[in-house]
């Protein structure tokens, strides 16, 4: 079992940077593969970034790629997400996942979710 709590969002900017956290509780973290998710109003929960158990691969969406960087430090069980040169269009909710063993890119392979925390970046 693990709990997530997500923390960081908050007004930004075009062009400005934010960095989120994801807090998970347990001594398990670092058997699990770690996500970011995040929905916008109106539309579906859309994949941000992913990675692995121990680190070492990591995934972005098309969209994100090359200004978000998603890292994880499993002796305090955090995972992070920094973004860079924010776009309006990252507006949404931002919401920390977690699956037992390998990360994933779909939705339906997490088990653990998080409450989320909006990111709303202005014009």
């Known amino acids: 079992q693990v709990q997530l709590v997500e923390s960081g969002g908050e007004l930004v900017q075009a062009g400005g940077s934010l960095r989120l956290s994801c807090a998970a509780s347990?001594?398990?973290?670092?058997?699990?593969?770690m996500g970011w998710f995040r929905q916008a109003p109106g539309k579906e929960r859309e994949f941000v970034a992913a990675?692995?158990?121990?680190?070492?691969?990591?995934y972005y969406a098309d969209s994100v790629a090359g200004r978000f960087t998603i890292s994880r430090d499993n002796a305090k069980s955090t995972v992070h997400l920094q973004m860079n040169s924010l776009k309006p269009e990252d507006t949404a909710v931002y919401y920390c996942?977690?699956?037992?063993?390998?990360?994933?890119?779909?939705?339906?392979?997490?088990?653990?979710w998080g409450q989320g925390t909006q990111v709303t970046v202005s014009s």
């Open positions: 996942a977690a699956r037992a063993g390998l990360e994933s890119g779909l939705s339906t392979s997490y088990d653990y």
């Open positions: 347990g001594r398990t973290f670092s058997s699990y593969g």
């Open positions: 990675i692995s158990r121990g680190g070492g691969s990591k």
